[in-house]
């Protein structure tokens, strides 16, 4: 499966076709921003998320009383995208439905997924068509990973994320076997804008907020480099790295909606964070990942 590459005179960007994943994001010295996805850890580096955000209960949902199965995350990441349209700063990838989606997934769309280089910004677009007759119904996201340290000698723990604005974001609570439980708190942040990393944060996996600020960059105080994810049209953030572990990286993860309810079978049609739309209509959301070098 070829990897399509673009770049300009300040970043080069790897792009796989089975799900649109980035591969590989480079400064023009070289060095690699993103997670390489060893399988020590965690073997992805970027998925993107579609039509569904983490874990089903009992791995299913329902609609109209037929009852679907359905992985962690969706299916997009198992399937290869076309490559509709590509230039030396940009490139377009599609999928629509197959008679495999549709034993799981009982929409008919097409997903269209943009990577455009901007300077040290690589836009990122992602478009859904409904092309069926029937309301559909999804979420959608981002998974990206960096790894942390970006530079030679520093440590994990000299790293934090840093909000744009001060604010109080919402932890969204999250049982044991990782569904949102209803137990939201404030949570507060380190002079209302910074989180520090330290691996021990992820022991019960995932950081989830909501009602956070829209931009954040992964940064060190006694480093150079740094990265920073806007998602202007995502109402809920992520943070994670592999439960337990001294991983060297982490994940920034905007998304759109958020798993199902602890102990709920969720109904996709009355979900509600879930993106509903229309037979004709599409929805567009656009968010960003920049490198400061």
């Not at 944060?201 to 480093?223: E, P, Q, Y």
């Not at 998602?231 to 439960?243: A, C, E, R």
């Not at 996709?268 to 929805?283: F, K, V, W």
Request: hydrophobic fraction near 35%; charge should be negative.
């Amino acid at each position: 499966m070829e990897l399509q590459t673009i770049q300009n005179e300040n970043i080069k960007v790897a792009i796989s076709p089975k799900g649109a994943e980035l591969q590989s994001i480079r400064d023009s010295s070289g060095t690699e921003y993103l997670w390489q996805g060893d399988p020590a850890y965690w073997r992805g580096r970027a998925t993107n998320l579609f039509p569904y955000i983490g874990r089903l209960t009992e791995g299913c949902y329902e609609y109209k009383g037929q009852r679907y199965n359905m992985g962690i995350h969706g299916f997009l990441r198992e399937n290869e995208m076309s490559v509709e349209a590509a230039t030396d700063s940009v490139v377009s990838f599609l999928l629509h439905e197959t008679k495999e989606t549709l034993e799981i997934y009982p929409f008919p769309f097409e997903i269209w997924i943009k990577y455009a280089l901007d300077g040290n910004l690589i836009n990122i677009t992602f478009e859904v068509i409904n092309t069926g007759k029937d309301c559909m119904y999804f979420g959608i996201g981002g998974h990206p990973g960096f790894n942390v340290p970006l530079e030679d000698g520093l440590r994990f723990d000299d790293y934090y994320l840093e909000f744009a604005e001060k604010h109080v974001p919402v932890f969204v609570g999250i049982s044991e076997t990782c569904f949102p439980n209803g137990a939201d708190r404030e949570y507060p942040l380190k002079d209302d804008r910074i989180l520090p990393l330290f691996h021990s944060m992820f022991d019960n996996d995932a950081i989830i907020l909501r009602d956070m600020h829209r931009k954040v960059t992964l940064k060190s105080d006694i480093g150079k480099k740094s990265v920073t994810v806007a998602f202007p049209d995502m109402p809920y953030l992520g943070f994670w790295h592999t439960v337990k572990t001294t991983a060297p990286f982490v994940c920034i993860e905007p998304w759109s909606s958020l798993p199902s309810r602890d102990g709920v079978i969720e109904d996709i049609a009355t979900q509600e964070d879930l993106i509903s739309l229309e037979p004709g209509l599409r929805y567009i959301n656009n968010w960003s990942i920049e490198i400061h070098s």
